[in-house]
Structures are given as structure tokens and as C-alpha cells.
């Protein structure tokens, strides 16, 4: 729970907490494709979307175990050998594929004593019984499991502008059904989404709060060279927000969801040379924008929950 010396609750405290030292998230990247982009659902995927969200920096032809091993040597290196590790299975749609093959993926991470849990990050129409019904498995092997459903907006017109080829119900649906299970659920939203007010903002916070979702991670709108949303935006169909913007929104959204929702992730960044906009969005300038988003919540004198839209 949150801390009163925290102004929100997030996933380092969270993890510390429970286990007790520094838990690191590998993140790693495996073949996946996505419904959206081979034609299942639609072509072409989510308009901001370039190569599933992968980072630069990871391939997937790089054998999972070897991945796993890297991430493993390089966060000791850096923080010591005092810690433990999840597995982040992150980019495109990560329970879409066959039985066997979801299988021997996750299976992958039980092979290393350090690492306590799986973080699998999906589409929410991406979640049958069957898939959850595996990743619970992991749960009776000791793992602890997240899964994570992209939402983005809880509004049908702005989710159908960005081709998310899924609705509002879809998501409410995949929480429902992995909530009743031993699992923990993260939603991912993004703030600044085409033609979005403040209103639309909130309503995706709140629809989070009624859902009692475990885990959030709120994005700011980034445009990335060589997507649909970059050539909308180069038109000058819509702005994104200034880091100013941003803060005020994202200090909205915590200060609605409740005390016991992890923040997993403020903001959103990817390499400069692939960024159009907005600049805040890259690895050097995430600890402004984190700055930024404490500041207002300090001027404001508020904190995680103070406006929490359900009290239970
Ligand atoms: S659902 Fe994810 S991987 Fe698929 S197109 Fe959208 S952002 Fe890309």
C-alpha cells in the first residue's frame, strides 16, 4: 500500500516491498506479430505503433535464454548482486501465438532461480481461457504473474481513429475474466491521444478505478518516424502535449485511481533519432518528466487516491 511519504505507489516500492530488495524487469523480444498487423482483426496496426513497440536495442534472433542471461549480467553489473528478476515478454502480442510455443517461452524464465515472476504484455482480445489458464500455471510454480492489456482510451471514437481494431468492452472483459484467477492485471493508457479533453482522460482513470485494476502505466502521446500518426501529425491534424500538459494529466489520473495501484510507468520513451514529438519523450529527459509530474502533484498538496473516483 502507499506509503504517506509517497506520492504514489510505484512498482519499485511495490516489489521492494514484497520481496524485500531491488527486483529487476528484463525485458525481452521473441517473433511475435500482432492481430492487428497480419490481418486477424485489421492491417496495418495501431497508427503510433512502429515494430510492436520493440526497443532498439533488443532482436528478436537472439535465442530467449541468452537474452534473459544478458539482462541478468548487465543489472548485476550495475546494481549489485543482491537482487531478483521478472521476465518482461514486451513487445507486440505476447500470448498470440500456439499453445506449445506460449509454453516453452514462459517456461524459459522457471529455468533461473533469480527470476520471480513473468510480466506478459498483450492486446486484451488476445486473452482466452486457455492462455489464462496457462499463465495462472506459473502462479502454482511459484511465479508471481502480470498481464498486461493495452487500453490506451476507454473512448470508442479515439480507439477506432487510432486502429486499435478492439473496443472498450473487449478490454473490461479480458480484466473481468483475469481477475477472477490468481493473476494481476496492468493497464496501459496513453494521455494525449488525438482530439482527447481532460474529460476523456479522466474517464479512462476511471474506468480503471472501477475495474480494480493491480497496475498502471501511463504513456504521454509520442509520434515515431515512419508510423500512420506521423504523417497525421506532420499535417498538423492535432498537437500533442507540452511536458506542462503532460504533468497536469498525468498528476489528474493518479490522483483518481486508488492508493493500492502500482504505477508501473509515467511516461514513455524511445531513442531521439526516432522521435518526432513531443521532445520530452526520449531516455534522456524520462527524470524531467518524472520531476515534472512530482512537482505538480506537490503544488497541488495531492497524492495518489486523494480523488479516487470509487471508494470501496
Ligand atoms: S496492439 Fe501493440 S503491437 Fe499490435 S499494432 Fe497495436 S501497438 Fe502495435
Avoid at 86 to 110: C, H, P, R
Avoid at 188 to 203: R, S, V
Avoid at 266 to 273: F, R
Amino acid at each position: 500500500m502507499l506509503k504517506e511519504k509517497f506520492a504514489y505507489y510505484s512498482l519499485r516500492d511495490y516489489l521492494k516491498g514484497k520481496y524485500g530488495r531491488r527486483v529487476q524487469k528484463i525485458t525481452v523480444s521473441l517473433p511475435f506479430t500482432c492481430p492487428n498487423i497480419d490481418g486477424t482483426k485489421a492491417y496495418g496496426g495501431c497508427t503510433y505503433c512502429f515494430s510492436g513497440t520493440r526497443p532498439a536495442h533488443l532482436s528478436p534472433s537472439v535465442p530467449l535464454k541468452t537474452q534473459i542471461e544478458e539482462g541478468i549480467r548487465r543489472a548485476k553489473e550495475r546494481y549489485g548482486r543482491n537482487i531478483l528478476f521478472f521476465v518482461y515478454y514486451q513487445s507486440y502480442s505476447n500470448t498470440y501465438g500456439e499453445k506449445d510455443y506460449l509454453k516453452s517461452i514462459y517456461d524459459t524464465a522457471l529455468e533461473f532461480d533469480e527470476v520471480v515472476g513473468i510480466d506478459v504484455g498483450t492486446r486484451p482480445d488476445c486473452a482466452p481461457e486457455w492462455v489464462l489458464d496457462l499463465l495462472e500455471s506459473y502462479t502454482e510454480k511459484g511465479l508471481e504473474v502480470w498481464i498486461e492489456y493495452g487500453l490506451q482510451s476507454a473512448n470508442f471514437k479515439t480507439l477506432r481513429f487510432i486502429n486499435r481494431a478492439h473496443g472498450v468492452s473487449d478490454f473490461v472483459d479480458a480484466v473481468l475474466r483475469t481477475k477472477r484467477r490468481n493473476l494481476k492485471v496492468c493497464a496501459h493508457i496513453i494521455l494525449g491521444l488525438p482530439f482527447e479533453d481532460k474529460e476523456d482522460m479522466l474517464e479512462t482513470g476511471k474506468l480503471l478505478s472501477a475495474l480494480s485494476i493491480d497496475g498502471v502505466k501511463i504513456h504521454p502521446l509520442h509520434i515515431i518516424k515512419g508510423t500512420k500518426m506521423a504523417q497525421q501529425y506532420l499535417n498538423g491534424e492535432f498537437k500533442v502535449l507540452t511536458l506542462e500538459e503532460y504533468a497536469e494529466r498525468a498528476a489528474d489520473i493518479i490522483e483518481i485511481l486508488p492508493p493500492n495501484v502500482v504505477i508501473h510507468r509515467l511516461t514513455g520513451e524511445v531513442e531521439e533519432d526516432r522521435l518526432i514529438a513531443p521532445d520530452y519523450c526520449t531516455y534522456k529527459k524520462k527524470s524531467e518528466v518524472i520531476k515534472a509530474i512530482n512537482e505538480v502533484l506537490e503544488k497541488r498538496g495531492s497524492y495518489q487516491g486523494c480523488k479516487s473516483a470509487f471508494v470501496r
